[in-house]
């Protein structure tokens, strides 16, 4: 039991960072090369469409 915690927890730990650079790698040189004014709107893009979803009973919208 203990052992398969321990290789679940690595390979989640691998998938994460697998993830994060992922990003790193493709999302921010393009937003590196756009100006301030295309990550502005891209970024309140994602927070609208993330308030406007219907939220599940367990986790309130913050407003």
Known sequence: MRSTTLILAA??????A??????AYAVMPG???????ALTCSALALLRSGRSSK?????PILR
């Open 11 to 16: 390979v989640t730990a691998g998938l994460t």
């Open 18 to 23: 697998g993830l994060f650079a992922g990003f």
């Open 31 to 37: 937003l590196k090369r756009s100006g301030d004014a």
């Open 55 to 59: 939220p599940s009973p367990a986790r």
